[in-house]
């Protein structure tokens, strides 16, 4: 580990550390605000959604194998599946469709 690699470890602990501490720094107090309350509820599945789509669409190599497990997903989702079904179910059509020889 060379020291450069010590500073970065250093600078994501510290950048972690302060996410974490800011907010409660700031609202010490209970927050009443329905919209703050909505807004910070939200949030966590905003960010994940942001950072996962992109990824979906790309992690194949082939956008239409993407769009089928996506597809897949989202209709499993709307069926109110559990997510391991859903999960699976993305996979396998994923799988398929990269086999599929007019793909």
């Known amino acids: 580990m060379t020291i450069q690699h010590l500073f970065y470890l250093l600078a994501m602990a510290l950048t972690t550390y302060l996410v974490r501490m800011i907010p ?7 927050l009443t605000s329905r919209f703050a309350k909505s807004f910070f509820a939200y949030i966590p599945y905003a960010v994940l959604t942001a950072m996962t789509i992109p990824e979906v669409f790309s992690a194949t190599g082939n ?14 989702a709307l069926c109110k599946q559990s997510l391991i ?13 990269g086999f599929l020889p007019f793909f």
């Open 24 to 30: 409660f720094t700031l609202f010490r107090k209970k």
């Open 63 to 76: 956008l239409s194998s993407a769009i089928a497990g996506v597809a897949v997903a989202v209709i499993l």
């Open 85 to 97: 079904v859903v999960a699976i179910g993305a996979c396998l059509a994923t799988y398929l469709v």
